[in-house]
């Protein structure tokens, strides 16, 4: 018997990016105003190995309880080794 509660490919990449949307929303209204969801899901997403999906409640927990210095130095770091965030 097939999980019900299971979302499909497509339900999770929404959920995600509405996640990250809103955690971009929120440091917007303190300031960060250039805050994309992709950067959020980078910022996220860098802790996790390559193609290795966390459980949806990780995924969920990560992206809500980022804080802007964990953020900030990501983007930081980043800068240093060259990526580039637009």
């Known amino acids: 018997m097939e999980d019900e509660h299971q979302l499909t490919e497509s339900q999770l990449t929404a959920a995600i990016q ?10 917007r ?11 959020v899901w980078e910022c996220v ?8 999906i966390p459980p949806m409640h990780e995924l969920v927990n990560d992206i809500l309880s980022l804080k802007v210095m964990k953020f900030m130095n ?4 980043s800068a240093y080794k060259g990526s580039h965030f637009n």
Not at 18 to 27: I, M
Not at 45 to 52: A, L, R, T, V, W
Not at 74 to 77: A, H, P, R, V, Y
């Open 74 to 77: 990501f983007l930081t770091i």
């Open 45 to 52: 997403s860098s802790k996790y190995k390559k193609d290795i």
């Open 18 to 27: 509405q996640l990250c949307q809103s955690k971009a929303d929120e440091f």
């Open 29 to 39: 209204l303190i300031g960060y105003e250039h805050v994309t969801y992709s950067d």
